[in-house]
């Protein structure tokens, strides 16, 4: 089992930029896959910001040079930072593990994760 824990969130004005955060513990590992995903009210869960077990990354195209993911393998923390952010980046952040290790190639698909942390909102006041 994997724990996960998100902080950072907050409101901010669009434009402005905000750093996440997620601890791992339990069973953490840095060989695993781990991502951001959003949702906003009424919409469906999207993925946001995803690396994988060699710690190549893939970004939804809504964030493309706006946001960098990051782990600092050390310490089992998973960051996203946030630059330029617009009101529809508001949403619920959370951050989420796959299950099965080593994890050589990492997806957007919130199905395609098994762990999960209560989130931390956003919110982009324009």
């Not at 993925?47 to 782990?71: C, E, M, N, P």
């Not at 619920?92 to 919130?110: D, E, K």
């Not at 762990?115 to 006041?125: D, I, L, N, R």
Request: aromatic share 10%; glycine share 12%; hydrophobic share 30%.
């Amino acid at each position: 089992q994997v724990q996960l824990g998100e902080s950072g969130g907050g409101s901010v004005q669009a434009g402005g930029s905000l750093r996440l955060s997620c601890a791992a513990s339990g069973n953490a590992r840095s060989d695993r896959c781990m991502g951001w995903f959003r949702q906003a009210p009424g919409k469906e869960r999207e993925g946001v910001a995803v690396i994988d077990g060699d710690g190549h990354t893939l970004y939804a195209d809504s964030v493309k040079g706006r946001f960098t993911i990051s782990q600092d393998n050390a310490k089992y923390t998973l960051n996203l930072q946030m630059t330029r952010v617009k009101p529809e980046d508001t949403g619920m952040y959370y951050c989420a593990a796959r299950s099965s290790y080593p994890c050589p190639w990492a997806i957007l698909s919130p199905q395609w994760y098994n762990y999960w942390g209560q989130g931390t909102q956003v919110t982009v006041s324009s």
